[in-house]
């Protein structure tokens, strides 16, 4: 556990409802209380980090401990100021008579698919530039396993992209050059093209991202899986995913597992399936296993709950 206390960055992954949101939330506080200055943050379109916590969040960061913060990041909202973003920077490279169809391009594409997920990747710029300033630690509450995987690899698909997207454009300044003879401003424009501009500056943050989610000193990835036959398949393959993208994983949390005793024969019977499952877990993760939480006689919410699951971080249970 000495490894993911030492990331600036960690994301907790799993499959819907095997408890991601618990375990971050827990995380973030045992780091609190060991004295980083932390912010929690969930890119989950349902979000219930600020239930966990019994506390109304949003897209600035509320205070939930102390050294603890968290944000919900509203991806409706974020991909509103990434549109409006691109529109500002787009005004500056364009005759006035073409502005009004390029803005309605733009809102179209406020609707389009993976638009939250360019939007949710910049706010996620945005946090790193800030990591080891404004904060010691950043946790990421991330969305089921097929949302987060599209997130995080969209390094590596934006950057070939916009490559081909700058090459194109220079090929067109080309034009402009040939033809520069005759009409100065094309020259002045083929030179200093703000549309190659504002292009560089995005494929630049891009690989700033990729180069920190592969910097196994600053970050690092966990998966929460419950000892059941789906969520096993899936973190299998997730990590497969993530390690052919360069992203460090750190290990898997198993979440919610029967105890030792139980008393019926319903429970005895789900414990042997699940002794199965956590067999599997054994063959297939081995050391990478992080820790084993119980599944607890209530529900999580409050601050003594989630304190009672941070002490399964240190050992003290």
Same mark, same amino acid.
């Given at each position: 556990?000495?490894?993911?206390?030492?990331?600036?960055?960690?994301?907790?992954?799993?499959?819907?409802?095997?408890?991601?949101?618990?375990?971050?939330?827990?995380?973030?506080?045992?780091?609190?209380?060991?004295?980083?200055?932390?912010?929690?943050?969930?890119?989950?379109?349902?979000?219930?980090?600020?239930?966990?916590?019994?506390?109304?969040?949003?897209?600035?960061?509320?205070?939930?401990?102390?050294?603890?913060?968290?944000?919900?990041?509203?991806?409706?909202?974020?991909?509103?100021?990434?549109?409006?973003?691109?529109?500002?920077?787009?005004?500056?490279?364009?005759?006035?008579?073409?502005?009004?169809?390029?803005?309605?391009?733009?809102?179209?594409?406020?609707?389009?698919?993976?638009?939250? +997920?360019? #939007? @949710?990747?910049?706010?996620?710029?945005?946090? %790193?530039? $800030?990591? *080891?300033?404004?904060?010691? /630690? =950043?946790?990421?509450?991330?969305?089921?396993?097929?949302?987060?995987?599209?997130?995080?690899?969209?390094?590596?698909?934006?950057?070939?992209?916009?490559?081909?997207?700058?090459?194109?454009?220079?090929?067109?300044?080309?034009?402009?050059?040939?033809?520069?003879?005759?009409?100065?401003?094309?020259?002045?424009?083929?030179?200093?093209?703000?549309?190659?501009?504002?292009?560089?500056?995005?494929?630049?943050?891009?690989?700033?991202?990729?180069?920190?989610?592969?910097?196994?000193?600053?970050?690092?990835?966990?998966?929460?899986?419950?000892?059941?036959?789906?969520?096993?398949?899936?973190? +299998?393959? #997730? @990590?497969?995913?993530?390690?052919?993208?360069? %992203?460090? $994983?750190? *290990?898997?949390?198993?979440? /919610? =597992?029967?105890?030792?005793?139980?008393?019926?024969?319903?429970?005895?019977?789900?414990?042997?399936?699940?002794?199965?499952?956590?067999?599997?877990?054994?063959?297939?993760?081995?050391?990478?296993?992080?820790?084993?939480?119980?599944?607890?006689?209530?529900?999580?919410?409050?601050?003594?709950?989630?304190?009672?699951?941070?002490?399964?971080?240190?050992?003290?249970?």
């Amino acid at each position: 556990m000495d490894g993911l206390i030492n990331k600036q960055v960690v994301f907790f992954g799993g499959k819907g409802g095997v408890g991601k949101t618990t375990c971050s939330s827990a995380f973030s506080l045992y780091l609190s209380r060991k004295g980083y200055k932390t912010l929690v943050l969930s890119t989950d379109p349902a979000h219930s980090l600020g239930d966990i916590f019994e506390t109304e969040l949003g897209n600035e960061a509320v205070k939930l401990a102390e050294n603890l913060y968290g944000i919900e990041i509203d991806p409706e909202i974020e991909s509103k100021k990434y549109i409006d973003r691109i529109k500002k920077q787009m005004k500056g490279g364009f005759s006035p008579l073409i502005i009004n169809e390029i803005e309605k391009q733009l809102d179209a594409a406020y609707h389009s698919p993976g638009a939250a +997920e360019a #939007a @949710i990747f910049d706010k996620f710029i945005e946090i %790193i530039d $800030v990591v *080891g300033r404004e904060y010691d /630690r =950043v946790v990421f509450d991330t969305a089921p396993t097929g949302h987060t995987m599209r997130l995080l690899s969209l390094p590596e698909l934006m950057g070939g992209w916009l490559d081909g997207i700058i090459k194109r454009r220079k090929d067109v300044n080309e034009l402009f050059n040939m033809v520069s003879k005759v009409e100065k401003s094309l020259e002045e424009r083929a030179r200093e093209d703000p549309i190659i501009d504002i292009l560089f500056k995005r494929k630049i943050s891009f690989e700033k991202a990729r180069t920190f989610l592969v910097d196994h000193k600053r970050a690092g990835f966990v998966f929460v899986l419950n000892p059941q036959r789906l969520p096993v398949i899936e973190t +299998e393959k #997730a @990590i497969g995913f993530l390690e052919r993208y360069g %992203i460090p $994983v750190e *290990g898997v949390i198993v979440n /919610r =597992v029967l105890p030792e005793r139980v008393d019926s024969d319903f429970l005895m019977k789900r414990k042997e399936v699940e002794e199965k499952f956590l067999k599997q877990i054994e063959e297939k993760f081995g050391d990478r296993v992080l820790c084993t939480i119980p599944l607890m006689e209530y529900d999580i919410s409050g601050y003594q709950s989630i304190d009672r699951i941070a002490a399964f971080f240190d050992g003290s249970v």
